[in-house]
Structure formats: C-alpha cells, structure tokens
C-alpha cells in the first residue's frame, strides 16, 4: 500500500510542477518574445518612418554613446572627426563592427535597415542601401516585391522586420534586419529552457525523496485503520456469537417470539456487516493477486444464470448478451464476487417487474461489462459516490431495501486491484449504466 501511495503521490506531484513550470515558461517567453519582435522593434520602425528613414534613437539600436559619456561635451564633441582609415589595410570581418565604430559609424547588425521606394507614376523601384551593410540592392527589391505581394502593411520577411507607407505617387517599404533580436530571443528561450528543466529535475528529486516521509504518516494511518477495523471486527464476533446463541436456547426452551426473532436477524444482519468489513479491508491491503486465464464469456453466463432464479422471485428478469470466446487473466473468486455484486446491487434497487441487462464485449481489445436497470429518482450525471463506503442515496435510506451501502466499494477494490476502471452514471434520469473496463 506505501509503495502504491507513494508512486501515486510522485506522480501528482510531480505532473503539477511541470504543469506549473511550462505554463510559466509558455508566459514569460511570450512576453519575452512581445517585448523584442513588437514593442522594441516597433519602437525603432516609428522611428525609421518619422525620420524619413533615419533611425535618430541610438540607444534603440546599440549605436554610439550619447555625447555625455564623451570626454568632451556639447558642440566639441559635436565637432569631433574620425581618424582616417587607410584603405590599404585589410580587415577581418569581426573587426568590422569595432571600424565602424571607431569610423563613426552605427554598428552593424543592430542598425541594419534601409528602404525601398517604388513610384506608382513611373514604376521606378530604388532602393536606399547606405544603412545596409550585408543586404544587396537586387536582394532588397526582391524583398520589397515578396512583401507587395502579402496584404499586410507591416510583418516579417526572413529576418527582417518591414512596414509598408502608402503616400500620394509612391510607395515606401521600410526594412529593419532583425538578426540580433532573433538571436536575443534565441538565447532567451534556450536558457529559460533550461532553467526550467534544472528547476523540474530538482524539485521532482526533492519529491521523491521526501515523499516517503510524507507517504509514511499516511500509509501508517491507513493501516492502522483497517488493523482497527479487522481488530474490531474480530472482537465483534465473538459476543455476537454468545449473544445468538443464548437467544437460541431460550427460543428452544421457550418458543420463538417476534423479539427472539428480531434479536437473532439483527445479529445476522451485524454479522454480514463484519464479514463484509473484513472482506473489504482485505482486498484493500493485499496487493498480491492469484491470476489465472479463465472464460470470462462462460463465468459472466454462469453468474447471469445463477440470478435469473432470484429475479424471478423478486418478479424481475436478466436479460444478457454475452461476446463467446472473451478471455480473461486475473483471480477468478474476485471476478466473481465482482458480477455477483454488480447483480445484486442491479436486483436491489431496480423498479419492480422490470429487466436487468448485461452486456460483454471487447472494446478496444478490454473486456468491458455493462450492467443497466431501471431505477427511480435519478439525474442525469456520473454517480461517484456510489462507490464510496457506507454511501447509500437518500432515497435508498427512505425505502425497504436492506442494504449497508459497502458492496459497490468492494466492486471497485476488486476493478482497482486488476488495473480496471469502473462507472456508474444515468443517461436519461431513468436507467443506470454500470460500466467495467477491466
């Protein structure tokens, strides 16, 4: 049972954190990813429209310091030239952004735009390249015809961010390459990525090694319920035994009465209760199985057969449609209290002179039962309480049916210990579905 708790409990726990982990990482790179390809990028195309192709704003796009952080200030700065550059000396290109720094030039990449012009009157095509230091004139204007050809004033060309004016005679396309702020948001999403998965790795660590103290408390309050509940049962039976007994020789002695006899049904009635405690709190705690292949089209037959006697007495039928051939692996005397159960519970609370169906088929290579009565006061939904412990509807408590409300949860400690699910709902407020997927 620990063991089944605390892989149950692993898994939870460590499904909600990654669930957690990737919302949160979805968030923040869509954040990430607005605030560099729209908001900055955006910030930097205004610019380039307003000034008529002049991006004013260094500091959008990484260009030179503003005059203050100069060593000279104001107009002397203003007045500064760079130094000559021998056109002799070859240069290396990743020497070619601090040139053009020091030749008093924007950097590269990051101030990598420039514009295509196309008059409406003429159809002349000119482009203005003198931004552009690795785009060709020919590959600008063959950019400038694929954007044309999209009804978008604005969007992404390769790496390329572009946005279309419209003005009386001409039409001007503005293009800002976008390589760094791609490779930014790169880098970003990689190392968010990872983090991420650093932080998962170590918090699902951090789980399953404490989850075993965590599952302890609850594992051991577990079995000390059901070691209470087997106990008490156990000591139970023992004065109910001597209790019926005398109430036994006092009937012999001096007849049966209505009070001998409500005694002694009452005591039966408690001892059913007892059997059905142990038995359940027994399915519960062992884990062990004792699995063989068996007929499970013949089993299901033989059980329907079995009831047919008893629903007739309680004038009733059980009509079934069995699939032949449909093995089985599992515990053979568990499958059985399981259909004798299900059965039971089906004759118990179905309305009076009307028919059981059970129905046996493969679906989706899974033997799957279904068990419909006719029932009163129903709604159309799931029942999941029905499995729960000593539940019984309120309705049920009102009636003349005997019952303690247990049997159903022995049915799903049988499905549950065979990896099965079981259901139980009403489609239409008057039948209800039992359903075994085993």
Same mark, same amino acid.
């Given at each position: 049972?620990?063991?089944?708790?605390?892989?149950?409990?692993?898994?939870?726990?460590?499904?909600?954190?990654?669930?957690?982990?990737?919302?949160?990482?979805?968030?923040?790179?869509?954040?990430?990813?607005?605030?560099?390809?729209?908001?900055?990028?955006?910030?930097?195309?205004?610019?380039?429209?307003?000034?008529?192709?002049?991006?004013?704003?260094?500091?959008?796009?990484?260009?030179?310091?503003?005059?203050?952080?100069?060593?000279?200030?104001?107009?002397?700065?203003?007045?500064?030239?760079?130094?000559?550059?021998?056109?002799?000396?070859?240069?290396?290109?990743?020497?070619?952004?601090?040139?053009?720094?020091?030749?008093?030039?924007?950097?590269?990449?990051?101030?990598?735009?420039?514009?295509?012009?196309?008059?409406?009157?003429?159809?002349?095509?000119?482009?203005?390249?003198?931004?552009?230091?690795?785009?060709?004139?020919?590959?600008?204007?063959?950019?400038?015809?694929?954007?044309?050809?999209?009804?978008?004033?604005?969007?992404?060309?390769?790496?390329?961010?572009?946005?279309?004016?419209?003005?009386?005679?001409?039409?001007?396309?503005?293009?800002?390459?976008?390589?760094?702020?791609?490779?930014?948001?790169?880098?970003?999403?990689?190392?968010?990525?990872?983090?991420?998965?650093?932080?998962?790795?170590?918090?699902?660590?951090?789980?399953?090694?404490?989850?075993?103290?965590?599952?302890?408390?609850? @594992?051991?309050? +577990?079995?000390?319920? $059901?070691?209470? #509940?087997?106990?008490?049962?156990?000591?139970?039976?023992?004065?109910? =035994? !001597?209790?019926?007994?005398?109430?036994?020789?006092?009937?012999?002695?001096?007849?049966?009465?209505?009070?001998?006899?409500?005694?002694?049904?009452?005591?039966?009635?408690?001892?059913?209760?007892?059997?059905?405690?142990?038995?359940?709190?027994?399915?519960?705690?062992?884990?062990?199985?004792?699995?063989?292949?068996?007929?499970?089209?013949?089993?299901?037959?033989?059980?329907?057969?079995?009831?047919?006697?008893?629903?007739?007495?309680?004038?009733?039928?059980?009509?079934?449609?069995?699939?032949?051939?449909?093995?089985?692996?599992?515990?053979?005397?568990?499958?059985?209290?399981?259909?004798?159960?299900?059965?039971?519970? @089906?004759?118990? +609370?179905?309305?009076? $002179?009307?028919? #059981?169906?059970?129905?046996?088929?493969?679906?989706?290579?899974?033997? =799957? !039962?279904?068990?419909?009565?006719?029932?009163?006061?129903?709604?159309?939904?799931?029942?999941?309480?029905?499995?729960?412990?000593?539940?019984?509807?309120?309705?049920?408590?009102?009636?003349?049916?005997?019952?303690?409300?247990?049997?159903?949860?022995?049915?799903?400690?049988?499905?549950?210990?065979?990896?099965?699910?079981?259901?139980?709902?009403?489609?239409?407020?008057?039948?209800?579905?039992?359903?075994?997927?085993?």
């Amino acid at each position: 049972m620990e063991k089944i708790l605390r892989r149950r409990f692993i898994g939870f726990s460590v499904g909600v954190v990654f669930l957690v982990l990737f919302v949160m990482l979805l968030i923040i790179v869509g954040i990430n990813y607005y605030q560099v390809m729209y908001m900055h990028l955006g910030v930097m195309m205004d610019d380039l429209i307003t000034n008529n192709g002049e991006i004013t704003n260094q500091n959008q796009v990484g260009g030179l310091p503003e005059h203050n952080n100069l060593p000279f200030k104001g107009s002397e700065a203003d007045k500064m030239e760079p130094p000559p550059i021998n056109p002799n000396i070859e240069v290396e290109m990743e020497d070619h952004h601090l040139l053009s720094f020091v030749a008093g030039q924007r950097p590269i990449y990051s101030s990598e735009y420039f514009r295509v012009t196309i008059n409406e009157v003429t159809k002349e095509i000119t482009a203005d390249m003198q931004r552009s230091n690795y785009t060709s004139e020919s590959t600008a204007i063959i950019y400038a015809r694929e954007v044309l050809k999209v009804d978008k004033d604005h969007g992404f060309i390769d790496e390329y961010k572009y946005a279309i004016v419209k003005n009386e005679d001409s039409i001007i396309i503005y293009f800002i390459d976008c390589t760094t702020a791609f490779n930014m948001y790169q880098n970003f999403v990689w190392n968010s990525l990872w983090v991420c998965l650093s932080a998962f790795i170590g918090i699902s660590v951090s789980i399953t090694i404490l989850s075993k103290k965590v599952v302890e408390v609850i @594992a051991r309050g +577990y079995e000390q319920q $059901n070691e209470f #509940i087997t106990g008490i049962s156990h000591e139970l039976k023992t004065p109910l =035994t !001597i209790i019926k007994g005398n109430v036994e020789v006092i009937t012999l002695q001096e007849g049966p009465t209505m009070w001998t006899k409500s005694i002694i049904d009452q005591i039966n009635r408690l001892t059913k209760l007892i059997d059905y405690l142990i038995s359940l709190t027994k399915l519960e705690e062992d884990s062990n199985l004792t699995k063989t292949t068996f007929s499970l089209s013949e089993l299901i037959t033989e059980s329907c057969i079995f009831f047919e006697g008893v629903a007739r007495s309680k004038h009733k039928k059980i009509e079934y449609t069995i699939q032949p051939d449909i093995s089985y692996m599992g515990d053979t005397q568990n499958i059985e209290l399981l259909l004798s159960i299900l059965l039971e519970n @089906a004759l118990k +609370y179905s309305i009076s $002179n009307s028919t #059981i169906y059970v129905t046996l088929r493969l679906i989706n290579k899974k033997p =799957t !039962i279904y068990i419909i009565n006719n029932a009163e006061n129903l709604e159309v939904k799931q029942y999941n309480e029905w499995f729960e412990r000593f539940y019984r509807a309120d309705s049920s408590r009102a009636s003349k049916t005997s019952g303690f409300g247990i049997g159903l949860s022995m049915a799903r400690a049988i499905v549950i210990r065979h990896k099965g699910k079981i259901t139980a709902e009403s489609l239409d407020g008057k039948k209800a579905t039992l359903k075994v997927v085993l």
